[in-house]
């Protein structure tokens, strides 16, 4: 099992570009998330979904999308970047609601 | 002792010594919390959980206590090893689902 697979490790893009992270899972999990992680800040929800064709909103929205055709991927799109898009952005999975989450190894974005 | 730095509350221990990391969590309504390690450049790796019909519960070398009273969290780990050092943080759920809010983290550091 390789887990949660991410890609790519590192990116950087001009303001107003577009571009998808991908995120893989092998584990048949029904949940996964996306969330971003800022310095002081822990890890705030960006989107989820609880299963294939579901996903929803979490805290911060606004300037991703996301899309959930099949269970194993789950990938987040940057409409048009923006420096306030500076962040690592992990995936997470799990087989369940109120379980914990396997994380991916993140996604360091920086947006010039 | 603890401190709080730039970013992030720094615990600093002795090394065989035994940590206690807090976290207060802000919603009465959350009935399941999970502490994450987080060693740098790696995502959130689980370590427990706790559900609000417990008060302890106890894994290997780790141990969580839950105060609803206060909404107050604790993690314990015995006899701390060089490889304890990581930023730990609390998670809280409260809505069926996997809405969970992270706390800010705090960053153990073990001394030689």
Request: aromatic letters at 10%.
């Amino acid at each position: 099992n390789a887990g949660v697979t991410q890609t790519p490790k590192f990116q950087v893009l001009k303001t107003g570009q577009s571009m998808t992270l991908q995120c893989a899972q092998d584990m048949n999990h029904e949940y996964m998330s996306w969330y971003r992680q800022d310095p002081g800040m822990g890890l705030r929800l960006i989107h989820y979904s609880v299963g294939a064709g579901i996903t929803d909103q979490g805290e911060v929205p606004n300037g991703y999308n996301v899309s959930r055709s099949t269970t194993e991927d789950f990938p987040l799109r940057l409409l048009s970047a923006a420096p306030s898009q500076t962040s690592v952005y992990f995936c997470a999975s799990s087989y369940g609601p109120k379980v914990g989450y396997t994380f991916g190894s993140g996604t360091r974005l920086t947006v010039v | 002792g603890e401190s709080v730095g730039l970013h992030l509350p720094t615990l600093s221990v002795q090394e065989g010594d035994n940590s206690i990391i807090n976290c207060a969590y802000s919603n009465s309504a959350s009935d399941y919390f999970i502490w994450y390690k987080q060693e740098s450049g790696k995502g959130p790796q689980f370590i427990i959980d706790i559900r609000s019909n417990m008060d302890k519960r106890q894994g290997q070398r780790v141990t969580v206590l839950l105060n609803k009273t206060v909404k107050h969290l604790s993690l314990q780990i015995a006899a701390t090893q060089p490889g304890d050092s990581a930023v730990y943080f609390c998670a809280e759920n409260a809505n069926y689902g996997q809405n969970f809010v992270f706390g800010p983290g705090t960053r153990l550091s073990v001394l030689p």
